[in-house]
């Protein structure tokens, strides 16, 4: 499975941007992430959702401000971010394929990430 996020950029503090991640793997059947690693921080999943559409997490940081979706016609998962932060700089990656325990685990395979940097 080949990902490709796209989006990323420099945005001041409450701005907003839109991430998309686009897959020439399998797509509709599989559930999804997005992930986050910040500047000397650990890679922690910020939302994800189900292949069927029905379940969607989001971490407290992002909760209500960010939105996942997906498009199965087009082989390509969002991530609306809203009323961004400084904390929000990070690069994100999605992730596609993983397993739906409680939470989104993730699949082994990784795309190169797409930076976004939050000014203050």
């Known amino acids: 499975v080949h990902m490709k996020e796209s989006g990323g950029g420099l945005v001041q503090s409450g701005g907003s941007l839109e991430l998309s991640c686009v897959s020439s793997?399998?797509?509709?059947?599989?559930?999804m992430g997005w992930y986050r690693q910040g500047p000397g921080k650990e890679r922690e999943l910020v939302a994800g959702i189900t292949w069927r559409g029905d379940i969607i997490s989001y971490s407290d940081d992002v909760k209500g401000r960010f939105t996942i979706s997906r498009d199965n016609t087009k082989n390509t998962l969002y991530l609306r971010m809203n009323n961004l932060k400084p904390e929000d700089t990070a690069v994100y990656y999605c992730?596609?394929?993983?397993?739906?325990?409680?939470?989104?685990?993730?699949?082994?395979?990784w795309g190169q990430g797409t930076l976004v940097t939050v000014s203050s």
């Open positions: 793997g399998p797509f509709a059947l599989q559930n």
């Open positions: 992730n596609i394929g993983g397993a739906w325990w409680d939470d989104y685990q993730a699949a082994e395979v």
